[in-house]
């Protein structure tokens, strides 16, 4: 188990160097001063997860190309599953929405922890 979590620390730690712009995006927008502190690329359970406000319990995903096939989406529900099962609440969106509607991103978020708070 401990070589497992050593190769998520590793792949997350990967992630946060290598983002990809809709994350870089994502990062400095979430940087708002109405807005809690989001992590990024943080391991819950044996997942990665884009941001997470662990004080908030909300996960923000953003969803590239690889998450349109029919088996990604089924991957992607069972692990949002799992993670609302641990009381995280979780938020997709795509890089095409990130890039071209941030503020309206932005606003989505601010309305769901307006809801959590």
Known sequence: MVWKNLG???????????????E?????ALRDKDLPH???QQIIGNYIVDFVSL???LII????ATHDS????KYDEWRDSFLES???TVLRFSNSEIMKNTDSVIEQIKSTLSKKI
């Open 86 to 88: 641990q009381g995280f």
């Open 55 to 57: 004080r908030h319990k």
């Open 61 to 64: 995903e953003c969803d590239g």
């Open 8 to 22: 998520l620390r590793n792949f997350a730690k990967e992630n946060r160097r290598d983002a990809t712009p809709a």
């Open 38 to 40: 989001f992590k990024r």
């Open 70 to 73: 029919d088996r990604a989406q």
């Open 24 to 28: 870089t995006r994502m990062r400095y």
